[in-house]
């Protein structure tokens, strides 16, 4: 039996981010629902990823409170438990 695991998923991006295309196709691809942040537009959530991060760059994604710096889809798949 195939149960679908609900995953808390914030994807921090900004529009001219190409990688962050890629990981937000990638998750919609998978269907995984995510909440996406623009830390272009959003300089508070800019601050809160650099806080938990201590990384400026992104996308940053962010799976049940665990986060991935860059398009790691190894590490994505790991956290979300897919194959």
């Known amino acids: 039996m195939d149960q679908q695991v609900e995953h808390e998923v914030i994807v921090y991006s900004t529009p001219?981010?190409?990688?962050?295309?890629?990981?937000?196709?990638?998750?919609t691809s998978r269907g995984i629902a995510y909440t996406?942040?623009?830390?272009?537009?959003?300089?508070?959530?800019?601050?809160?990823?650099v806080r938990k991060t201590g990384q400026q760059g992104v996308p940053v994604i962010e799976i049940d409170g665990e986060c991935v710096i860059g398009f790691d889809r190894a590490q994505i798949d790991a956290l979300l438990g897919l194959d």
């Open 36 to 49: 996406e942040v623009d830390v272009a537009a959003d300089p508070a959530a800019a601050m809160e990823m």
């Open 16 to 27: 001219t981010c190409p990688w962050c295309h890629v990981a937000k196709r990638y998750l």
